[in-house]
């Protein structure tokens, strides 16, 4: 019995230590929507919030959602559209937070952000990884949104992203692996081909030099 107890303990440990996570702090201003298209539910009385988050790519859909009082002692809750921010790689263990970018400094500038809010998201070191401007007709009312004014697809209950949000700016320290790989493989593969090219012509007699220079002219018409 102990040893299975102890058996159990160890792959518990294991399985734990093999979860990756990153934690990811979102200010007031900015309401989580969704992670990977599946719903997050924020508190009613909301600050910042610390959420744990896969390591590696995620989608992460916000609103910006802000509380404004009046001198007359009546307010308004300014909310955007959904903005999708797609992360790059997020490392096993690091702390990020999200941010508005140009923030609105008052109720006037507010109501203009709110039609398309830009979303960065900051590493520790509060350095801009990536920045996501919404879609201008985001904040329209759509078929299809629930009563809170969610753009959500009720058939799945995912979380929809405006087909016309703009193109993510990625910085330089947030390089796409995917991409940056592909393109040193496909280099790569090209400086193969030159050099065996170049070590072919080495080993080439001049009448075969002759031929393959006679073939490229015939290419070239």
Same mark, same amino acid.
Request: hydrophobic share 30%; aromatic share 12%.
């Given at each position: 019995m102990d040893l299975r107890i102890t058996a159990a303990v160890v792959a518990l440990l294991g399985s734990t230590s093999a979860f990756s996570a990153v934690t990811l702090t979102v200010p007031e201003e900015i309401k989580m929507i969704a992670v990977n298209d599946q719903e997050v539910r924020s508190g009613l009385l909301r600050s910042d919030q610390t959420y744990k988050? *896969? #390591?590696? &790519?995620n989608a992460i859909s916000v609103r910006y959602? $802000?509380?404004f009082q009046h001198n007359d002692n009546s307010h308004d809750i300014l909310k955007s559209g959904v903005v999708t921010v797609k992360t790059p790689e997020l490392k096993d263990g $690091? &702390?990020?937070k999200l941010g508005l970018i140009n923030a609105p400094k008052n109720f006037d500038e507010a109501k !203009?952000? !709110?039609d398309q809010p830009i979303i960065g998201l900051y590493d520790a070191k509060n350095q801009l990884l990536v920045q996501q401007a919404g879609a201008k *007709? #985001? #904040?329209? =009312?759509l078929l299809g949104q629930s009563i809170l004014g969610k753009s959500v697809d009720l058939t799945t209950n995912k979380v929809v992203t405006p087909t016309n949000q =703009? #193109?993510?700016v990625y910085t330089q320290t947030a390089s796409t692996p995917n991409v940056a790989t592909a393109n040193v493989r496909e280099n790569a593969s090209v400086g193969q081909v030159d050099q065996q090219l170049i070590q072919l012509w080495k080993q080439a007699s001049k009448a075969e030099?002759? !031929?393959f220079m006679n073939w490229l002219g015939e290419q070239a018409n």
């Open positions: 988050l *896969d #390591a590696g &790519t959602n $802000e509380f $690091e &702390t990020y !203009k952000y !709110k *007709d #985001a #904040a329209k =009312p =703009p #193109a993510a030099r002759q !031929k």
